[in-house]
């Protein structure tokens, strides 16, 4: 099974989600975007796959989002993608695809239903908080 992340090193959601996939025993290709960038088509295919618009996978908090205005209604998805392209950060994260789906994970603990393997019992995230199959 092949899984890529779309990792932010700096996110400890993304960090995390990258935690889970390495504990059901995969070694996920990490793309990290804040160095490698986005291009509009691969934008627009991770957004249809998992079902999100880009105003819904635009991260708000810690990121120019908002003095960029774009969080204003009347901005398009259009001129979203296009800031999206110049600044990366402004893509909401980790964005993971594997054969069962691509889906942004946060909560991290929604990386599980894109795993074969995610009876890996309990996790530990950075946080303290356990989640898990047996949690």
Known sequence: MTIVIHHNPD???????LAMIRASGIEPIVIDYLQTGWTRPQL????????????QALRVSKTPAEAMGLTDPAV??????????????????????????VR???????????LDNADFGTFTKEDGEIV???A
């Open 76 to 101: 398009d998805d259009e001129a979203i993608l296009d800031a999206m392209i110049a600044e990366p950060v402004l893509v909401n994260r980790p964005i993971v695809a594997s054969p069962k789906g």
């Open 132 to 134: 898990g199959s047996t």
């Open 44 to 55: 627009q295919a991770l957004f249809a796959a998992a079902g999100l618009t880009p105003r």
């Open 104 to 114: 942004l994970c946060r909560p991290s603990e929604l990386v599980l239903d894109l």
């Open 11 to 17: 996110c400890g959601t993304s960090r995390n989600t």
